[in-house]
């Protein structure tokens, strides 16, 4: 059963939802699900997290898993730590954009080093994200 904290945001209940299972390690499965949850929107931007140590006791983890899992996703660029005001979902944007270029550039390179053309590669991006995107 997931663990769910709620509260509200511009007059609209916002809830976070955390189910640890036995798959991938805890922080991961703490970063992922935070992660999908605040670029689907679920999570808005300005949403205030639970503390790491009111997180970490909510789900039977140690401090300092929560703790890593929060710093990846600072370092993502999904949430910010305001210093004593708490963590907070982050604007989507330079980070993300950043990521997304990036991963766009290596694509290119590897596509043109395979010998693909311009044709070929915008194919293969097209086929990916309706497969990703279920279009």
């Known amino acids: 059963m997931p663990l769910i904290f709620r509260g509200m945001r511009d007059n609209r209940r916002v809830t976070l939802k955390i189910h640890i299972d036995d798959g991938a390690p805890p922080y991961e499965q703490v970063r992922a699900q935070i992660s999908e949850q605040a670029r689907s929107g679920a999570l808005p931007v300005g949403y205030r ?49 950043r990521e997304l270029a990036s991963a766009a550039q290596e694509y290119a390179s590897r596509a043109r080093r395979l010998g693909g053309t311009e044709s070929d590669a915008l194919g293969a991006v097209r086929d990916a994200l309706r497969a990703a995107y279920g279009d």
């Open 49 to 97: 997290l639970p503390t790491v140590r009111g997180l970490a006791e909510s789900l039977g983890l140690a401090a300092n898993t929560v703790a890593k899992a929060y710093r990846a996703l600072e370092g993502d660029g999904v949430i910010e730590t305001r210093g004593r005001n708490g963590t907070f979902v982050a604007a989507a944007g330079s980070a993300a954009e």
